[in-house]
């Protein structure tokens, strides 16, 4: 179970103050998949760091199985798998089973341990016909299945993902989910992805974050029927405010999703049900903090 209680880590940049992750609180359940979504710049990746003890927070508690990761790094560790998506958190030259023999080792097994840990996840994520290619030659969607499955060399019973199936394919991303999905059974695996389909199919729980709050939680259900119904809209100039609500546009006019409530100027074409996506971005700002990062390389850093 991973327990997260009024986590705040605020980051200083030159004389610039960013407040990361502000008062967040959640829990994911032993053999639960939860989702945390947000705009870019959100928080999500920050909140990973800390569960996975890479950052340390300013304030809050975290637990991972009743191990607090201040206090117990070492132990939440060896209980925590974490899968990254970065192409270069591999060594290109080795062959996906080398690569996986080689962090096998790094994390405590013995080579002979390693190597079966190795083939058995290979068969698991199917990549075994391919051990023996260089990482280098792997797909995107195999380079994901080989970061789950070094995710998983010590047999965690807790896994991080962020944004697991970032630029696959959709039938990829659809057989990785299965994949995930079979793993949860047994597992407590906390994600983020800006993918609602995703999020919607595999998340039981799903924690939406507002530059570094949480604006709502809750399954997807309960927070598409807090939306409720969606009013499509065809309007001529909709105002800017209003341009998150915008999915399409037809010529002189824009196609608007917006919440029933919402009074927006232009002719109502039909009313649907709220999907996650509607969700999402009504509780969420169009902000984009990519404008204000000065660092260079982002995500996971070993
Ligand atoms: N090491 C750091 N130093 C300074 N600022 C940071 C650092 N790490 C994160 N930030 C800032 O904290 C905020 C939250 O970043 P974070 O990476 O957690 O967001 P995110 O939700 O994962 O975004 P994305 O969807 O783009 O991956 C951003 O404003 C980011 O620029």
């Known amino acids: 179970m991973i327990s997260v209680e009024s986590l705040s880590k605020t980051f200083v940049v030159g004389n610039k103050i960013i407040p990361a992750v502000d008062d967040v609180t959640f829990k994911v359940e032993r053999g639960q998949i939860q989702a945390i979504v947000g705009h870019n710049g959100a928080g999500k990746t920050t909140v990973l760091k800390i569960i996975s003890t890479l950052i340390v927070p300013d304030s809050g508690t975290v637990s991972v199985n009743g191990f607090d990761v201040v206090k117990n790094p070492k132990e939440v560790r060896k209980i925590l798998g974490v899968m990254t998506v970065s192409e270069r958190a591999f060594y290109y030259r080795l062959s996906g089973l080398e690569n996986l023999v080689f962090f096998g ?95 919607e199919d595999l998340a039981k729980g799903v924690v939406i974050l507002n530059r570094g709050k949480v604006v709502a939680k809750g399954s997807s259900d309960e927070l598409k029927r807090a939306v409720g119904l969606i009013k499509v809209i065809k309007a001529k100039s909709p105002a800017p405010d209003l341009r998150k609500y915008v999915v399409a546009s037809l010529g002189d006019y824009f196609l608007l999703r917006v919440p029933h409530q919402m009074e927006v100027e232009g002719e109502e074409i039909g009313r649907e049900q709220a999907t996650l996506e509607d969700a999402f971005v009504y509780l969420t700002d169009e902000w984009d903090s990519y404008r204000d990062r000065r660092r260079g390389g982002r995500k996971w850093a070993f």
């Open 105 to 199: 080792t790094i994390r405590g097994l013995s080579v002979f341990q390693a190597k079966l840990a190795a083939k058995e996840l290979m068969e698991l994520v199917g990549l075994w016909e391919w051990r023996d290619v260089a990482y280098m030659k792997y797909s995107t969607g195999m380079a994901r299945k080989l970061a789950l499955a070094r995710a998983l060399l010590t047999d965690p019973q807790v896994i991080l993902m962020d944004e697991p199936t970032l630029g696959m394919d959709p039938i990829s991303s659809r057989e990785f989910r299965r994949l995930v999905q079979t793993l949860s059974k047994e597992k407590t695996i906390l994600l983020t992805s800006h993918n609602m389909v995703e999020v």
